[in-house]
């Protein structure tokens, strides 16, 4: 198909390569992609770009804009997204990553996360041109003849290769033959639906590929696969996760956003614009060798890098504001423009210690005592220095926990 276009269509082949394969982990295969693009192009039909969504967690955080910055990019060249809310697999659950089976859902919690994960997606992507599909359509209609023809091109020693079933067989741990079907269903939604490409994370290479499984088992063209890079959190170790703590929300205030992302350890900083930063190529490349040349302070990248992500959520307007806060609260070191307010019933004094835990700025008074050692908590600006300090609550006192938290105490006494 490549040698049937024309120089301009060639040009575009080239220009929609760069960017779309730009960031990606691997293409799956990188030949077929090129080909999909080139007869996209010569005939004047968008590409089916496909994302499937486990309903079981509607908390967007900036590790999944990876795979949507991706989407993006395919909207903007008249590409079609494929969003599949997995209504119908989510009642068994993703085992990916698990050590046991997941707990099903009922549809009310379908529903109420798909609202949400719209709801968040709409921040990245434009939803508008999306198209929206829920797998119960065509998965609740499949005879059982029909799950066995399916099931019949797959062997049960090719499940065992996946490293969660592996790891729970050889603990002894149960695996349920319900799970065994989840794939199998996720690569059934590519045929439904006839998707030309589908993307996912390098931990959902085994379900993805059983798209061109399925597909190939019903005569039809193949999809390709794109697998993006998992990023890591705040930790700089972990995958980025709500559970361990170390994500920044979509949904996150547009000043915690900016403060999580100055948090970042340096070493992160040129992945996180690569993937998921919505600047251009060039703007990366440029950020990376003046980064590499030394002419770029790390901590002016991650500036950069912040207020990229908040005009990317919240607009332009309220990312120079969150700038300008950072800069006030940070380097200058004055308080924020806005601090939550909370009413105090209490009387009388009381520890510090008891007081940051009550407020629920920190767990317990143990980690209370060791940020006070470290020198992280002030009232009205003033160091808290002795872990037996006392506090006589008054009217509009702020307590400060670490560089981020502020609570302004309300006291009708």
């Known amino acids: 198909m490549i040698e049937q276009l024309n120089d301009r269509q060639k040009r575009e082949l080239e220009k929609q390569w760069e960017v779309l394969s730009y960031g990606v982990s691997s293409i799956i295969p990188?030949?077929?992609?090129?080909?999909?693009?080139?007869?996209?192009?010569?005939?004047?039909?968008?590409?089916?770009?496909?994302?499937?969504?486990?309903?079981?967690?509607?908390?967007?955080?900036?590790?999944?804009?990876?795979?949507?910055?991706?989407?993006?990019?395919?909207?903007?060249?008249?590409?079609?997204?494929?969003?599949?809310?997995?209504?119908?697999?989510?009642?068994?659950?993703?085992?990916?990553?698990?050590?046991?089976?997941?707990?099903?859902?009922?549809?009310?919690?379908?529903?109420?996360?798909?609202?949400?994960?719209?709801?968040?997606?709409?921040?990245?992507?434009?939803?508008?041109?999306?198209?929206?599909?829920?797998?119960?359509?065509?998965?609740?209609?499949?005879?059982?003849?029909?799950?066995?023809?399916?099931?019949?091109?797959?062997?049960?020693?090719?499940?065992?290769?996946?490293?969660?079933?592996?790891?729970?067989?050889?603990?002894?741990?149960?695996?349920?033959?319900?799970?065994?079907?989840?794939?199998v269903m996720q690569g059934y939604d590519s045929y439904a639906l006839e998707s030309d490409i589908e993307l996912g994370g390098t931990d959902q290479e085994f379900n993805v590929l059983f798209g061109r499984q399925v597909q190939e088992h019903y005569g039809k063209e193949k999809q390709v696969v794109l697998l993006m890079p998992l990023i890591e959190g705040l930790d700089g170790v972990e995958?980025?996760?709500?559970?361990?703590?170390?994500?920044?929300?979509?949904?996150?205030?547009?000043?915690?956003?900016?403060?999580?992302?100055?948090?970042?350890?340096?070493?992160?900083?040129?992945?996180?614009?690569?993937?998921?930063?919505?600047?251009?190529?060039?703007?990366?490349?440029?950020?990376?060798?003046?980064?590499?040349?030394g002419t770029l302070h790390p901590r002016d990248a991650k500036m950069k890098l912040a207020a990229s992500f908040v005009e990317m959520l919240h607009g332009k307007e309220v990312a120079l504001q969150s700038r300008e806060q950072f800069i006030n609260v940070f380097q200058k070191k004055a308080m924020p423009d806005e601090i939550t307010e909370v009413m105090w019933e209490g009387e009388g004094e009381l520890l510090v210690v008891e007081l940051v835990k009550e407020l629920g700025l920190l767990p317990s008074k143990s980690e209370a005592r060791r940020m006070i050692k470290n020198g992280g908590i002030r009232i009205d600006q003033e160091k808290v220095m002795d872990t037996n300090q006392k506090l006589l609550v008054t009217d509009g006192a702020v307590v400060q926990v670490g560089k981020r938290k502020f609570v302004r105490l309300r006291s009708s006494s």
């Open 30 to 183: 990188e030949e077929e992609f090129k080909e999909k693009i080139a007869k996209s192009i010569k005939n004047a039909q968008p590409l089916k770009v496909k994302l499937g969504l486990d309903p079981t967690a509607p908390d967007v955080h900036l590790g999944h804009t990876v795979v949507l910055n991706k989407l993006k990019q395919f909207q903007k060249f008249g590409h079609t997204v494929q969003l599949i809310l997995g209504d119908f697999t989510g009642k068994i659950g993703d085992p990916t990553g698990k050590s046991i089976a997941r707990t099903a859902l009922t549809d009310d919690e379908v529903k109420h996360n798909a609202k949400t994960y719209f709801e968040q997606f709409g921040k990245v992507i434009d939803m508008e041109k999306v198209e929206l599909h829920y797998n119960s359509k065509w998965l609740s209609r499949v005879g059982f003849s029909e799950v066995l023809k399916l099931a019949s091109t797959v062997t049960v020693a090719r499940m065992l290769e996946r490293n969660d079933f592996h790891n729970r067989y050889k603990e002894n741990k149960p695996i349920h033959l319900h799970e065994f079907f989840y794939p």
């Open 239 to 293: 995958k980025m996760s709500k559970s361990k703590n170390n994500y920044i929300g979509v949904d996150d205030r547009p000043q915690d956003i900016f403060g999580k992302t100055m948090s970042i350890p340096d070493v992160l900083i040129t992945k996180y614009f690569e993937l998921v930063s919505p600047l251009s190529i060039q703007e990366v490349q440029d950020v990376r060798r003046s980064l590499d040349e």
